[in-house]
């Protein structure tokens, strides 16, 4: 994936007995909403003991009102399902690399 | 045989609500833990009388067992669960329920069957404090008889079979030392306890493993308090497993109930023994005094921005202010120690974190509050673009999202509307009452 046009979504999830639920709730949500667009960067566990995995999620190629709305859209769907496991943004790749 | 694992539960707590009623009954206890009456229906979803007649039928047949305090506590041993996964068609360790973690078992035994193994066992107990010096003859003479732990920095632990007999030797010892390098003695002579290596090292390694990961999630609401003791993360975790093991120690398997929920009850006290193990109880509580005296001369104070001088504080307090000259050095001296520079005790007595971090470089100081907030900004980034259409705008703002690294000059270059528009999604103004045409005009929102 090219990092130029990509941001990051950070997931950070509680290390329960739903783990496992929840990983694969996101990877499929975003499977669904960015197919070949998406990439699992970062899955680590956190010193207080919850989880946390970080997407690169490729921005429109082609920059339209459209293609733009649509992204937006998808990540609003994304944000929506995924409300309860506190996804958020951190700054674009092209801008700094990531830990 | 050792397996607890955390895999894809089978079941949600309403597709297994839709199994019939003996597979529910099984299911439950096949996790081979102890189950009040109570307990077992609501998780279960039957009726008293239907669980009854299982419970008949299955004592009957030597499947369940029934708690020897004659308690109605019940639990299938292991040969029970082994034919129970058989009869179901699933494999011993398969996680069923999403809210009921799997059978633990390890080296051929339930954690419960592990806990009878071992049973606690009456000890004498005597606790005393001394020098280091003092402490060194104690333990040449107690060689045999008794077995001692540093329970707190200077502060020991003698177990034996005979707490006076115990107690009469160290107090022998200490009556050739000085005041001031010996403290009180205590002995408990019916105290009861068992030694982590009582149980056998395949079955101890799988239990410890298992609860201190469990542990992490009890302690989850104290941890920054935690963090304030024990800053490094590799301390925080060693503690956790101290924790676990001292309640393993502790645990009374003959009350009939599972380890996890006493665990569960200790872990919300155990950490707030922190401030007295590391500070005292004398610098412990001068901190939580100290916090509480400015908090009050702030209520009192209109001023938001007063401060107060040690004599008012010391005042409030009801303190001599050379004892609050004597204590604050202290404080300061111990806060020095710690190296402080990422942590400060706020003013208000909340712990606060420090903002010496750059971005995720330092993931682990972010607080929970911090994660809900960057998320509300995220999602009100996403509405502000999508009722705006200013796209630009929300990727120029993304691309400042981490930490203390908002610029200025991209910040100015956003479109008025699209920033309107997010303090409304951001709770900051109530009405936009801009149009696409106005969107940039006399907006208060930021």
Same mark, same amino acid.
Do not use: H
């Given at each position: 994936m090219n990092d130029s046009l990509a941001l990051n979504i950070v997931f950070t999830i509680h290390n329960d007995l739903h783990l496992n639920n929840s990983l694969s709730f996101i990877s499929s949500t975003i499977e669904k909403l960015f197919p070949f667009t998406s990439s699992l960067e970062v899955e680590s566990e956190l010193a207080d003991g919850d989880y946390e995995i970080i997407y690169r999620i490729q921005q429109p190629v082609i920059w339209s009102d459209s293609s733009n709305n649509d992204f937006f859209e998808r990540l609003s769907n994304l944000f929506r399902v995924c409300s309860d496991l506190n996804p958020r943004f951190t700054q674009f790749t092209s801008h700094k690399a990531r830990a | 045989m050792s397996m607890t694992k955390l895999s894809n539960p089978l079941y949600t707590r309403s597709t297994f609500n839709k199994q019939d009623k003996e597979f529910r009954i099984g299911a %439950?206890?096949?996790?081979?833990?102890?189950?009040?009456?109570?307990?077992?229906?609501?998780?279960?979803?039957? *009726? $008293?009388?239907?669980?009854?007649?299982? +419970?008949?039928?299955?004592?009957?047949?030597?499947?369940?067992?029934?708690? #020897? *305090?004659?308690?109605?506590?019940?639990?299938?041993?292991?040969?029970?669960?082994?034919?129970?996964?058989?009869?179901?068609?699933?494999?011993?360790?398969?996680?069923?329920?999403?809210? %009921?973690?799997?059978?633990?078992?390890?080296?051929?035994? *339930?954690?419960? #069957?592990?806990?009878?193994?071992?049973?606690?066992?009456?000890?004498?107990?005597?606790?005393?404090?001394?020098?280091?010096? %003092?402490?060194? $003859?104690?333990? $040449?003479?107690?060689?045999? +008889?008794?077995?001692?732990?540093e329970d707190e920095p200077g502060k020991y632990k003698a177990y034996s079979l005979n707490a006076a007999y115990t107690k009469r030797i160290v107090e022998n010892i200490f009556k050739a030392h000085t005041e001031a390098e010996t403290g009180k003695i205590y002995s408990r002579s019916m105290a009861k306890r068992r030694e982590i290596v009582d149980f056998s090292p395949l079955f101890r390694d799988g239990l410890v493993s298992f609860y201190r990961d469990f542990g992490k999630s009890l302690v989850k609401g104290s941890m920054d308090t935690i963090k304030i003791y024990l800053p490094d993360p590799s301390d925080q975790e060693s503690q956790i497993i101290l924790w676990v093991i001292t309640a393993i120690e502790k645990f009374d398997e003959s009350a009939s109930v599972p380890f996890s929920g006493y665990l569960a009850t200790v872990l919300k006290r155990w950490p707030y023994d922190l401030p007295n193990i590391h500070l005292g109880n004398d610098l412990s509580k001068f901190q939580r005094n100290k916090s509480k005296a400015i908090a009050e001369l702030r209520n009192l104070n209109p001023d938001e921005n007063a401060t107060f001088s040690n004599f008012e504080i010391a005042d409030k307090m009801g303190m001599d202010i050379e004892e609050y000259n004597n204590l604050e050095e202290k404080n300061v001296a111990w806060t020095k120690s710690r190296q402080a520079t990422s942590l400060t005790w706020d003013e208000n007595s909340d712990e606060k974190m420090s903002e010496n971090f750059s971005g995720n470089l330092a993931r682990e100081t972010v607080t929970e509050n911090d994660i809900i907030l960057a998320t509300r900004l995220s999602q009100a980034i996403i509405d502000a673009a999508l009722s705006t259409n200013q796209y630009e705008s929300a990727f120029s703002l993304i691309s400042q999202m981490d930490s203390h690294e908002l610029n200025p000059e991209v910040i100015a270059t956003l479109d008025r509307g699209f920033v309107a528009e997010l303090g409304y999604q951001l709770g900051l103004k109530t009405d936009t009452n801009n149009d696409d045409n106005n969107a940039g005009d006399d907006t208060d929102s930021e």
């Open positions: - | %439950v206890v096949s996790d081979g833990m102890w189950y009040s009456i109570t307990k077992w229906r609501k998780v279960a979803k039957v *009726t $008293e009388e239907e669980l009854n007649e299982w +419970i008949e039928r299955n004592v009957a047949n030597g499947r369940l067992v029934q708690s #020897e *305090t004659g308690s109605k506590s019940y639990r299938f041993p292991l040969e029970s669960i082994k034919k129970w996964y058989e009869e179901n068609d699933l494999e011993v360790g398969d996680q069923i329920l999403d809210f %009921v973690f799997p059978a633990r078992i390890w080296d051929y035994q *339930t954690e419960t #069957e592990g806990f009878l193994s071992a049973p606690l066992r009456k000890i004498g107990l005597v606790s005393f404090s001394c020098s280091r010096k %003092v402490y060194a $003859e104690v333990k $040449e003479a107690l060689k045999g +008889i008794a077995r001692i732990r």
